[in-house]
Protein backbone atom coordinates (compact mmCIF):
# COMPACT_ATOMS: atom_id res chain seq x y z
CA UNK A 1 0.00 0.00 0.00
CA UNK A 2 2.00 3.37 -1.24
CA UNK A 3 1.99 6.52 1.75
CA UNK A 4 -0.33 8.44 0.36
CA UNK A 5 -3.07 5.81 -0.24
CA UNK A 6 -2.24 4.56 4.07
CA UNK A 7 -3.03 8.54 4.70
CA UNK A 8 -6.40 8.43 2.81
CA UNK A 9 -7.19 5.25 4.81
CA UNK A 10 -6.14 6.51 8.18
CA UNK A 11 -7.98 9.83 7.23
CA UNK A 12 -11.10 7.94 6.71
CA UNK A 13 -10.61 5.69 10.09
CA UNK A 14 -10.48 9.00 12.18
CA UNK A 15 -13.61 10.50 10.65
CA UNK A 16 -15.68 7.43 10.99
CA UNK A 17 -14.43 6.58 14.32
CA UNK A 18 -15.08 10.37 15.52
CA UNK A 19 -18.88 9.77 14.30
CA UNK A 20 -19.15 6.68 16.37
CA UNK A 21 -19.12 8.84 19.72
CA UNK A 22 -21.79 11.02 18.05
CA UNK A 23 -25.06 10.73 16.59
CA UNK A 24 -26.32 10.14 12.84
CA UNK A 25 -29.77 11.49 12.06
CA UNK A 26 -31.19 12.23 9.11
CA UNK A 27 -33.89 15.65 7.68
CA UNK A 28 -37.47 14.51 7.26
CA UNK A 29 -38.34 12.90 4.52
CA UNK A 30 -41.51 14.23 2.38
CA UNK A 31 -43.44 10.94 1.31
CA UNK A 32 -43.79 10.18 -2.28
CA UNK A 33 -46.44 8.12 -2.27
CA UNK A 34 -49.45 7.07 -0.39
CA UNK A 35 -47.83 4.45 1.31
CA UNK A 36 -45.05 6.31 2.03
CA UNK A 37 -46.62 8.49 4.37
CA UNK A 38 -45.86 10.75 7.23
CA UNK A 39 -42.49 11.71 8.87
CA UNK A 40 -40.00 10.50 10.46
CA UNK A 41 -38.01 11.72 14.05
CA UNK A 42 -34.47 11.88 14.35
CA UNK A 43 -33.09 8.40 15.41
CA UNK A 44 -29.54 8.39 16.83
CA UNK A 45 -27.69 5.04 16.91
CA UNK A 46 -23.92 4.79 18.20
CA UNK A 47 -21.52 3.23 15.43
CA UNK A 48 -19.38 -0.14 16.66
CA UNK A 49 -16.00 0.81 16.48
CA UNK A 50 -15.14 -2.73 15.55
CA UNK A 51 -17.37 -3.36 12.65
CA UNK A 52 -16.03 0.37 11.62
CA UNK A 53 -12.47 -0.67 11.48
CA UNK A 54 -13.20 -3.82 9.40
CA UNK A 55 -14.80 -2.06 6.90
CA UNK A 56 -12.06 0.16 6.38
CA UNK A 57 -9.62 -2.94 6.38
CA UNK A 58 -11.56 -4.00 3.70
CA UNK A 59 -12.46 -0.90 2.10
CA UNK A 60 -8.03 -0.61 2.16
CA UNK A 61 -7.56 -4.27 0.32
CA UNK A 62 -10.43 -3.49 -2.36
CA UNK A 63 -8.88 -0.22 -3.11
CA UNK A 64 -5.43 -1.49 -3.53
CA UNK A 65 -6.07 -5.20 -5.02
CA UNK A 66 -9.13 -5.18 -7.14
CA UNK A 67 -8.06 -5.73 -10.69
CA UNK A 68 -9.74 -2.62 -11.84
CA UNK A 69 -9.42 0.57 -10.21
CA UNK A 70 -12.00 2.14 -8.56
CA UNK A 71 -12.48 5.52 -7.27
CA UNK A 72 -13.46 6.40 -3.53
CA UNK A 73 -16.97 7.83 -4.78
CA UNK A 74 -17.42 4.32 -6.25
CA UNK A 75 -16.45 2.01 -3.74
CA UNK A 76 -19.01 3.82 -1.09
CA UNK A 77 -22.02 4.13 -3.35
CA UNK A 78 -21.56 0.37 -3.77
CA UNK A 79 -21.54 -0.04 0.17
CA UNK A 80 -24.39 2.03 0.65
CA UNK A 81 -26.14 -0.64 -2.38
CA UNK A 82 -24.89 -3.31 -0.74
CA UNK A 83 -26.01 -2.08 3.04
CA UNK A 84 -29.73 -1.46 1.92
CA UNK A 85 -30.29 -3.77 -0.58
CA UNK A 86 -29.73 -6.81 1.38
CA UNK A 87 -32.32 -5.17 4.14
CA UNK A 88 -34.69 -6.82 1.73
CA UNK A 89 -36.17 -7.14 -1.97
CA UNK A 90 -37.76 -4.00 -1.90
CA UNK A 91 -35.60 -1.25 0.17
CA UNK A 92 -32.75 0.52 -2.25
CA UNK A 93 -30.76 3.30 -2.92
CA UNK A 94 -31.80 5.78 -5.37
CA UNK A 95 -29.02 8.06 -6.96
CA UNK A 96 -29.92 11.27 -7.28
CA UNK A 97 -31.24 10.93 -10.96
CA UNK A 98 -33.23 7.67 -9.48
CA UNK A 99 -34.92 9.81 -6.74
CA UNK A 100 -35.87 12.72 -9.18
CA UNK A 101 -37.62 10.54 -11.72
CA UNK A 102 -39.40 8.20 -9.31
CA UNK A 103 -40.66 11.62 -7.77
CA UNK A 104 -42.61 12.32 -11.13
CA UNK A 105 -44.58 9.39 -10.98
CA UNK A 106 -47.87 8.82 -8.99
CA UNK A 107 -48.46 5.91 -7.15
CA UNK A 108 -51.55 3.72 -8.14
CA UNK A 109 -50.25 4.59 -11.73
CA UNK A 110 -49.85 1.25 -13.90
CA UNK A 111 -46.87 1.07 -16.54
CA UNK A 112 -45.40 -0.87 -19.16
CA UNK A 113 -41.64 -0.86 -20.79
CA UNK A 114 -41.08 1.65 -24.31
CA UNK A 115 -41.41 -1.38 -26.28
CA UNK A 116 -44.28 -4.23 -27.37
CA UNK A 117 -43.25 -7.85 -27.81
CA UNK A 118 -44.56 -10.21 -30.92
CA UNK A 119 -44.04 -13.84 -31.41
CA UNK A 120 -42.63 -14.83 -34.14
CA UNK A 121 -43.73 -17.98 -35.82
CA UNK A 122 -40.80 -18.52 -37.69
CA UNK A 123 -38.33 -17.79 -34.59
CA UNK A 124 -40.71 -19.53 -32.11
CA UNK A 125 -39.48 -17.26 -30.37
CA UNK A 126 -40.77 -13.42 -28.82
CA UNK A 127 -39.61 -10.64 -30.22
CA UNK A 128 -38.69 -6.88 -29.71
CA UNK A 129 -40.89 -4.56 -31.56
CA UNK A 130 -42.02 -0.34 -31.41
CA UNK A 131 -38.99 0.68 -29.95
CA UNK A 132 -37.84 4.17 -30.83
CA UNK A 133 -33.98 4.41 -31.17
CA UNK A 134 -34.24 7.32 -28.55
CA UNK A 135 -36.16 5.12 -26.31
CA UNK A 136 -34.93 4.08 -22.54
CA UNK A 137 -34.72 0.32 -23.61
CA UNK A 138 -32.64 1.14 -26.95
CA UNK A 139 -30.00 3.14 -25.05
CA UNK A 140 -29.23 -0.56 -23.23
CA UNK A 141 -28.58 -2.14 -25.95
CA UNK A 142 -32.10 -3.48 -26.95
CA UNK A 143 -33.33 -3.36 -30.70
CA UNK A 144 -36.23 -3.99 -32.77
CA UNK A 145 -36.38 -7.85 -33.78
CA UNK A 146 -34.03 -9.01 -30.76
CA UNK A 147 -35.64 -12.12 -29.54
CA UNK A 148 -36.85 -12.60 -25.37
CA UNK A 149 -36.00 -15.77 -23.74
CA UNK A 150 -36.95 -14.33 -20.31
CA UNK A 151 -39.08 -12.00 -17.81
CA UNK A 152 -38.52 -11.88 -14.27
CA UNK A 153 -37.07 -15.22 -14.68
CA UNK A 154 -40.34 -16.49 -16.24
CA UNK A 155 -40.08 -18.21 -19.55
CA UNK A 156 -41.77 -16.72 -21.96
CA UNK A 157 -41.93 -19.68 -25.03
CA UNK A 158 -45.31 -21.14 -23.90
CA UNK A 159 -47.16 -18.25 -23.07
CA UNK A 160 -49.86 -16.26 -24.86
CA UNK A 161 -50.49 -12.73 -25.71
CA UNK A 162 -52.31 -11.87 -22.37
CA UNK A 163 -49.59 -13.52 -20.12
CA UNK A 164 -46.69 -11.61 -21.20
CA UNK A 165 -48.61 -8.18 -21.84
CA UNK A 166 -49.26 -8.89 -17.91
CA UNK A 167 -45.69 -9.61 -17.10
CA UNK A 168 -44.37 -6.10 -19.25
CA UNK A 169 -46.48 -4.36 -16.98
CA UNK A 170 -46.98 -3.05 -12.92
CA UNK A 171 -46.84 -0.42 -10.80
CA UNK A 172 -44.68 2.65 -12.71
CA UNK A 173 -41.31 3.18 -11.48
CA UNK A 174 -41.00 -0.80 -11.03
CA UNK A 175 -38.24 -2.42 -12.70
CA UNK A 176 -38.63 -6.22 -14.52
CA UNK A 177 -35.62 -8.64 -15.31
CA UNK A 178 -35.12 -8.99 -19.35
CA UNK A 179 -32.90 -12.27 -20.64
CA UNK A 180 -32.30 -11.98 -24.17
CA UNK A 181 -30.82 -15.35 -24.50
CA UNK A 182 -30.36 -18.35 -22.40
CA UNK A 183 -26.86 -17.66 -21.36
CA UNK A 184 -26.96 -13.81 -21.26
CA UNK A 185 -27.23 -11.89 -18.10
CA UNK A 186 -30.55 -10.12 -17.10
CA UNK A 187 -31.42 -6.35 -18.54
CA UNK A 188 -32.70 -4.50 -15.61
CA UNK A 189 -35.88 -2.51 -16.95
CA UNK A 190 -37.66 0.58 -15.47
CA UNK A 191 -41.81 0.68 -16.28
CA UNK A 192 -41.97 4.21 -17.25
CA UNK A 193 -44.49 3.90 -19.79
CA UNK A 194 -48.06 4.74 -18.31
CA UNK A 195 -50.70 2.52 -19.67
CA UNK A 196 -54.82 2.87 -19.10
CA UNK A 197 -56.24 1.69 -15.45
CA UNK A 198 -59.88 2.36 -15.77
CA UNK A 199 -62.47 -0.13 -13.90
CA UNK A 200 -63.19 -2.38 -16.82
CA UNK A 201 -66.83 -3.75 -15.99
CA UNK A 202 -68.83 -6.05 -17.86
CA UNK A 203 -72.11 -8.06 -16.71
CA UNK A 204 -72.37 -11.59 -17.55
CA UNK A 205 -75.35 -13.20 -19.02
CA UNK A 206 -75.75 -14.94 -15.77
CA UNK A 207 -75.70 -11.79 -14.41
CA UNK A 208 -72.28 -11.88 -12.53
CA UNK A 209 -70.66 -8.56 -12.65
CA UNK A 210 -66.95 -8.84 -13.69
CA UNK A 211 -64.77 -5.85 -12.40
CA UNK A 212 -61.27 -6.13 -13.30
CA UNK A 213 -59.34 -3.23 -11.26
CA UNK A 214 -55.88 -2.98 -12.54
CA UNK A 215 -54.53 -0.94 -9.86
CA UNK A 216 -56.12 0.66 -6.65
CA UNK A 217 -56.54 4.44 -7.15
CA UNK A 218 -57.36 7.34 -5.19
CA UNK A 219 -61.42 6.90 -6.72
CA UNK A 220 -60.98 3.37 -7.01
CA UNK A 221 -63.92 2.51 -4.33
CA UNK A 222 -65.99 5.38 -5.21
CA UNK A 223 -65.93 3.72 -8.75
CA UNK A 224 -66.48 0.37 -7.79
CA UNK A 225 -69.96 1.50 -5.77
CA UNK A 226 -70.43 3.63 -9.35
CA UNK A 227 -70.88 0.53 -11.41
CA UNK A 228 -72.59 -1.98 -8.91
CA UNK A 229 -75.26 1.02 -8.55
CA UNK A 230 -75.40 1.27 -12.72
CA UNK A 231 -76.79 -2.27 -13.09
CA UNK A 232 -79.12 -2.38 -10.28
CA UNK A 233 -80.92 -5.58 -9.33
CA UNK A 234 -79.59 -7.20 -12.46
CA UNK A 235 -76.44 -8.05 -10.79
CA UNK A 236 -76.87 -11.43 -8.86
CA UNK A 237 -73.27 -11.52 -7.49
CA UNK A 238 -69.99 -9.06 -8.35
CA UNK A 239 -66.49 -10.76 -9.08
CA UNK A 240 -63.70 -9.04 -8.94
CA UNK A 241 -60.61 -10.26 -10.89
CA UNK A 242 -57.45 -8.51 -9.32
CA UNK A 243 -54.72 -10.92 -11.33
CA UNK A 244 -51.92 -8.67 -12.83
CA UNK A 245 -53.09 -5.99 -10.03
CA UNK A 246 -49.67 -4.65 -8.20
CA UNK A 247 -51.43 -3.14 -5.75
CA UNK A 248 -51.23 0.48 -5.79
CA UNK A 249 -52.81 3.03 -2.57
CA UNK A 250 -53.22 0.72 0.59
CA UNK A 251 -56.50 3.94 1.31
CA UNK A 252 -58.15 2.70 -1.35
CA UNK A 253 -57.94 -0.74 -1.39
CA UNK A 254 -59.17 -0.14 2.58
CA UNK A 255 -62.18 1.53 1.33
CA UNK A 256 -63.01 -0.56 -1.65
CA UNK A 257 -63.13 -3.39 1.52
CA UNK A 258 -65.37 -1.15 3.53
CA UNK A 259 -67.56 -1.38 0.69
CA UNK A 260 -68.68 -4.51 1.99
CA UNK A 261 -67.53 -5.48 5.65
CA UNK A 262 -69.36 -3.27 8.22
CA UNK A 263 -67.37 -4.09 11.09
CA UNK A 264 -64.30 -6.05 11.82
CA UNK A 265 -60.22 -4.87 11.39
CA UNK A 266 -59.80 -4.65 7.56
CA UNK A 267 -55.80 -4.40 7.49
CA UNK A 268 -53.13 -3.28 10.65
CA UNK A 269 -49.86 -2.48 10.35
CA UNK A 270 -46.55 -3.46 12.37
CA UNK A 271 -43.91 -0.64 12.92
CA UNK A 272 -40.77 -0.98 14.87
CA UNK A 273 -40.32 3.55 14.26
CA UNK A 274 -43.82 4.31 13.69
CA UNK A 275 -46.37 2.22 16.39
CA UNK A 276 -48.91 -0.04 15.30
CA UNK A 277 -52.17 0.78 13.47
CA UNK A 278 -55.03 -0.95 12.70
CA UNK A 279 -57.95 0.37 9.90
CA UNK A 280 -61.59 -0.60 10.91
CA UNK A 281 -64.43 -0.78 8.72
CA UNK A 282 -67.17 1.38 9.10
CA UNK A 283 -70.78 0.34 9.92
CA UNK A 284 -73.30 0.10 6.40
CA UNK A 285 -75.54 -1.96 5.17
CA UNK A 286 -74.90 -0.98 1.45
CA UNK A 287 -73.68 -3.96 -0.14
CA UNK A 288 -74.41 -6.69 2.93
CA UNK A 289 -75.85 -8.95 1.27
CA UNK A 290 -74.11 -8.85 -2.15
CA UNK A 291 -72.47 -12.17 -3.71
CA UNK A 292 -68.55 -11.14 -3.84
CA UNK A 293 -66.05 -13.33 -5.65
CA UNK A 294 -62.43 -12.15 -6.23
CA UNK A 295 -59.85 -14.27 -8.88
CA UNK A 296 -56.02 -13.85 -8.12
CA UNK A 297 -52.72 -14.82 -9.09
CA UNK A 298 -49.23 -14.65 -8.46
CA UNK A 299 -48.91 -11.10 -9.57
CA UNK A 300 -51.87 -9.90 -8.13
CA UNK A 301 -49.58 -7.68 -4.47
CA UNK A 302 -49.57 -5.07 -2.04
CA UNK A 303 -52.89 -3.53 -1.74
CA UNK A 304 -54.78 -6.39 -3.78
CA UNK A 305 -53.57 -8.57 -1.22
CA UNK A 306 -55.04 -6.17 1.87
CA UNK A 307 -58.40 -6.06 -0.16
CA UNK A 308 -58.45 -10.15 -0.71
CA UNK A 309 -57.36 -10.98 2.78
CA UNK A 310 -59.69 -8.47 4.43
CA UNK A 311 -62.77 -9.99 2.49
CA UNK A 312 -61.47 -13.85 2.45
CA UNK A 313 -61.25 -14.15 6.29
CA UNK A 314 -64.44 -11.99 7.47
CA UNK A 315 -66.44 -14.86 4.55
CA UNK A 316 -67.36 -11.87 2.67
CA UNK A 317 -65.67 -13.00 -0.56
CA UNK A 318 -64.72 -16.71 -2.33
CA UNK A 319 -61.56 -16.30 -3.74
CA UNK A 320 -60.34 -18.36 -7.03
CA UNK A 321 -56.76 -18.49 -8.59
CA UNK A 322 -53.82 -18.82 -7.64
CA UNK A 323 -51.48 -17.63 -4.53
CA UNK A 324 -50.97 -13.92 -4.51
CA UNK A 325 -47.93 -12.73 -4.45
CA UNK A 326 -47.11 -11.80 -1.02
CA UNK A 327 -45.83 -8.13 -0.84
CA UNK A 328 -46.92 -6.92 2.80
CA UNK A 329 -44.80 -3.89 3.39
CA UNK A 330 -44.97 -0.48 3.93
CA UNK A 331 -42.09 1.84 1.92
CA UNK A 332 -41.06 5.18 2.65
CA UNK A 333 -38.68 7.37 1.32
CA UNK A 334 -36.16 9.30 3.02
CA UNK A 335 -34.07 12.10 1.24
CA UNK A 336 -30.39 12.62 1.51
CA UNK A 337 -28.33 15.72 1.56
CA UNK A 338 -27.00 14.58 -1.72
CA UNK A 339 -30.25 14.61 -3.98
CA UNK A 340 -30.01 11.22 -3.32
CA UNK A 341 -32.24 8.83 -1.28
CA UNK A 342 -33.40 5.50 0.35
CA UNK A 343 -36.81 3.65 -0.56
CA UNK A 344 -36.94 1.76 2.50
CA UNK A 345 -39.46 -1.28 4.18
CA UNK A 346 -40.70 0.38 7.79
CA UNK A 347 -44.29 -1.44 8.43
CA UNK A 348 -45.35 -4.53 7.56
CA UNK A 349 -49.40 -5.46 6.39
CA UNK A 350 -50.95 -8.15 8.61
CA UNK A 351 -54.31 -9.25 7.64
CA UNK A 352 -57.38 -9.52 10.14
CA UNK A 353 -56.56 -12.65 11.57
CA UNK A 354 -53.18 -11.22 12.75
CA UNK A 355 -51.31 -13.05 9.39
CA UNK A 356 -48.20 -12.23 7.77
CA UNK A 357 -48.84 -11.02 4.00
CA UNK A 358 -45.19 -10.54 3.07
CA UNK A 359 -43.03 -13.69 1.75
CA UNK A 360 -46.44 -15.77 2.33
CA UNK A 361 -49.34 -13.94 0.06
CA UNK A 362 -53.00 -14.79 0.25
CA UNK A 363 -53.93 -18.50 -0.62
CA UNK A 364 -57.46 -18.51 -2.44
CA UNK A 365 -60.30 -20.99 -1.58
CA UNK A 366 -60.33 -22.87 -4.91
CA UNK A 367 -56.99 -23.26 -6.66
CA UNK A 368 -57.46 -22.37 -10.37
CA UNK A 369 -54.83 -21.40 -12.46
CA UNK A 370 -55.41 -20.45 -16.16
CA UNK A 371 -53.69 -22.61 -18.37
CA UNK A 372 -51.85 -21.88 -21.32
CA UNK A 373 -53.80 -22.76 -23.93
CA UNK A 374 -57.47 -21.58 -22.25
CA UNK A 375 -59.26 -18.73 -23.63
CA UNK A 376 -59.62 -15.81 -21.30
CA UNK A 377 -63.11 -15.14 -21.70
CA UNK A 378 -64.12 -18.84 -21.13
CA UNK A 379 -61.61 -18.76 -17.87
CA UNK A 380 -63.37 -15.79 -16.27
CA UNK A 381 -67.26 -17.17 -17.49
CA UNK A 382 -66.18 -20.42 -15.69
CA UNK A 383 -65.01 -18.72 -12.63
CA UNK A 384 -68.32 -16.55 -12.38
CA UNK A 385 -70.59 -19.85 -12.41
CA UNK A 386 -68.48 -21.06 -10.10
CA UNK A 387 -68.72 -17.91 -7.76
CA UNK A 388 -72.89 -18.38 -8.35
CA UNK A 389 -72.77 -21.80 -6.88
CA UNK A 390 -70.98 -20.78 -3.62
CA UNK A 391 -73.33 -21.24 -0.94
Not at 51 to 80: C, M, P, R
Not at 296 to 316: P, Q, Y
Not at 318 to 342: C, M, T
Amino acid sequence: MTKAHWTSVVSLTALLLCSSHSTWGADKAKSAFDEFDGSYEQSYAEVPVESIQQFVQIYGIVKENYVVEKNDDTLFQQAIKGMVSGLDRYSRYLSPEDYKQLLQYTEGDIASVDFNLRFDAGLQQWVITNLKPDADSAKLGLKNGAAVFKIDDQELKKLNQDQVRHLLTGSIGSTLNLQLITASQPINLVRNTKVETDIESKLLNNQVLVLHVKVFQQDTANEIKRLIESHGSRVKAVLFDLRNNPGGLLSAAVESADLFLNQGIIVSTRSRSEGDQQFQALPSFEFQNMKVGILINNRSASAAEVFTAALKEHKRAWVAGEKSYGKGVVQKLFPLSNGAALQMTVSQYLTPNGKMIEGIGVQPDYNYPLQHDAREDHYVDHVAELLLNQK
